[in-house]
């Protein structure tokens, strides 16, 4: 099996690499990741510049533009082979519930799912890299039962990982997303020139936490995993909109 492994925090981050060796002793793996960290760059294309494609010393292929950028050069010429498998992580911290609409991780496993092809995003919940060995070895066992029957359509999975060791791994939950509070208050400061400059606020805590939620499986001490959707149709409001705002065709 032929995987695409991509990342948000860039090609030097350690996720990427602990991953990268963890599906390579198992299967084909190429390497293509952002040059700089792109945490929260969603599903952005870089559309207003040419983007350059990178060899690291270690033969990971790195790109100047976003996680999304990365998945889509290579899926549209880059690479001379179609993947079986788009894998996205780890990432240094939860891509848990709201947190979805905005990861970069997320958006790279996206990418590929939007290309017909199956993806994964891997998280561990707490940034530092603290037992990112657990990370990568509940990732690798997801991959492996992926592979042994590989959707005949796209799949798009979300898998956080508690910071605990393996052994300590209460399991693996399938959940639906939560949801969380509005984030935090912008930070204001002044930068040396006296001008006023804003700080996005750090995430909100976790609002819909109920059993079920993938904030519920990680309280508890389990591996959270998600299969996600694109269809962002409010499917209770067709008829409504419909008849208040359709109108007559106009002969």
Same mark, same amino acid.
């Given at each position: 099996?032929?995987?695409?492994? *991509?990342?948000?925090?860039?090609? &030097?981050?350690?996720?990427? *690499?602990?991953?990268?060796?963890? &599906?390579?002793?198992?299967?084909?793996?190429?390497?293509?990741?952002?040059?700089?960290?792109?945490?929260?760059?969603?599903?952005?294309?870089?559309?207003?510049?040419?983007?350059?494609?990178?060899?690291?010393?270690?033969?990971?292929?790195?790109?100047?533009?976003?996680?999304?950028?990365?998945?889509?050069?290579? /899926?549209?010429?880059?690479?001379?082979?179609?993947?079986?498998?788009?894998?996205?992580?780890?990432?240094?911290?939860?891509?848990?519930?709201?947190?979805?609409?905005?990861?970069?991780?997320?958006?790279?496993?996206?990418?590929?799912? /939007?290309?017909?092809?199956? $993806?994964?995003?891997?998280?561990?919940?707490?940034?530092?890299?603290?037992?990112?060995?657990?990370?990568?070895?509940?990732?690798?066992?997801?991959? *492996?039962?992926?592979?042994?029957?590989?959707?005949? %359509?796209?799949?798009? /999975?979300?898998?956080?990982?508690?910071?605990?060791?393996?052994?300590?791994?209460?399991?693996?939950?399938?959940?639906?997303?939560?949801?969380?509070?509005?984030?935090?208050?912008?930070?204001?400061?002044?930068?040396?020139?006296?001008?006023?400059?804003?700080?996005?606020?750090?995430?909100?805590?976790?609002?819909?936490?109920?059993?079920?939620?993938?904030?519920? *499986?990680?309280?508890?001490?389990?591996? %959270?995993?998600?299969?996600?959707? &694109?269809?962002?149709?409010?499917?209770?409001?067709?008829? $409504?909109?419909?008849?208040?705002?359709?109108?007559?065709?106009?002969?």
């Amino acid at each position: 099996m032929r995987i695409l492994l *991509a990342n948000d925090d860039g090609y &030097l981050a350690p996720g990427l *690499a602990a991953l990268y060796d963890g &599906l390579r002793a198992h299967w084909d793996v190429t390497v293509i990741a952002p040059e700089q960290n792109a945490s929260a760059a969603s599903n952005a294309l870089t559309l207003n510049r040419p983007l350059s494609v990178y060899t690291a010393s270690n033969g990971f292929l790195y790109v100047n533009g976003t996680p999304s950028d990365c998945v889509h050069i290579a /899926l549209t010429g880059l690479l001379d082979f179609r993947p079986d498998l788009v894998v996205s992580g780890v990432n240094n911290g939860a891509n848990l519930g709201d947190d979805t609409i905005y990861s970069g991780t997320v958006a790279a496993a996206t990418e590929g799912y /939007l290309f017909g092809i199956p $993806a994964l995003a891997v998280s561990l919940v707490e940034k530092g890299w603290r037992h990112l060995d657990t990370a990568v070895a509940v990732a690798v066992e997801v991959v *492996a039962k992926l592979a042994q029957d590989l959707p005949r %359509s796209a799949q798009l /999975l979300n898998l956080n990982v508690p910071n605990r060791p393996l052994s300590e791994l209460a399991g693996l939950r399938v959940t639906r997303l939560g949801k969380r509070h509005p984030s935090q208050p912008v930070v204001v400061q002044k930068n040396p020139y006296g001008d006023t400059i804003y700080w996005i606020g750090g995430a909100g805590a976790a609002l819909d936490k109920q059993h079920g939620t993938d904030f519920d *499986a990680i309280a508890h001490g389990f591996a %959270s995993l998600t299969p996600l959707q &694109l269809d962002l149709t409010h499917h209770g409001e067709l008829e $409504a909109c419909a008849a208040r705002f359709e109108t007559r065709e106009r002969v």
